[in-house]
């Protein structure tokens, strides 16, 4: 069994920075893209930032230049550097993992709170 174990969360000031990690444990798996989603009461779970094995990188266009997606393939985690924190930025958010076989893994998500 695969799990995916998100840690960082928290309470920032608006203009702050957190840093979010997902580890996975379990099973032996290689993930061929990884993500963060986040999710807010009464909205669908959007996607904020990808990377897939060999780097390449996506991001939402309301976190470009602000959040940095970046993965360490070798311990099988991944790290989301959010920086200029904004109120709207407020959210669980989740990683997800897919592995080479298309099957999806999901964390339990962290909470991420900007307020002053």
């Known amino acids: 069994q695969v799990q995916l174990v998100e840690s960082g969360g928290g309470l920032v000031q608006p203009g702050g920075s957190v840093r979010l990690s997902c580890a996975a444990s379990g099973r032996t798996i290689s993930f061929y893209g990884m993500g963060w989603y986040r999710q807010t009461p009464g909205k669908k779970r959007e996607l904020v930032a990808s990377i897939a094995i060999d780097g390449r990188t996506n991001y939402a266009d309301s976190v470009k230049g602000r959040f940095t997606i970046s993965r360490d393939n070798a311990k099988n985690t991944m790290y989301l550097q959010m920086n200029s924190l904004l109120p709207e930025d407020t959210a669980v958010y989740y990683c997800?993992?897919?592995?080479?076989?298309?099957?999806?893994?999901w964390g339990q998500g962290t909470q991420v709170t900007v307020s002053s």
């Open positions: 997800n993992g897919v592995s080479f076989s298309g099957s999806s893994y």
